[in-house]
């Protein structure tokens, strides 16, 4: 099949196709006149590797995974790396978590402010410290 129409059939860009096989992530054959042709199989390869990037690999490692994922050739050394990953986006959860928690504080905090008619400076004039070093209205 042609570029189009593994794109139409992948939902992924023109533009990420030709990317993946500079990254040697997808292999094409060429016809005489420069035209890319992928297999049937090529529509798997492409949702495979659009379901690694969004588990946050980069291509450098997606490239290493394919032969794992594909063959099922894995090495001590790339699931050490899978699990690394996957500890990376556990302790960003755990910030994003943070981070929502902090907004909650500060929406509860203007949510009161709305309802008492109390100013978010006359509040600020009255924070203390909380454990972290931080200001909690109080």
Do not use: F, W
Request: with cysteine; aromatic share 2%; charged share 25%.
């Amino acid at each position: 099949m042609r570029i189009g129409e593994l794109a139409a059939r992948t939902g992924v860009s023109v533009r990420a196709l030709r990317y993946y096989e500079e990254q040697s992530l997808l292999a094409a054959e060429r016809s005489p006149s420069g035209q890319r042709h992928y297999p049937g199989s090529a529509v798997d390869r492409v949702r495979l590797i659009q379901q690694l990037y969004l588990a946050g690999l980069s291509s450098k490692a997606i490239v290493e995974l394919m032969p794992c994922v594909v063959d099922g050739d894995a090495t001590p050394e790339l699931l050490a790396r899978l699990a690394e990953q996957r500890d990376h986006i556990d302790r960003q959860l755990a910030e994003l978590s943070e981070t929502r928690d902090r907004l909650d504080s500060v929406i509860t905090g203007a949510t009161t402010n709305m309802l008492t008619g109390q100013s978010c400076r006359n509040r600020a004039d009255h924070t203390h410290g909380d454990a972290n070093g931080g200001n909690t209205l109080m």
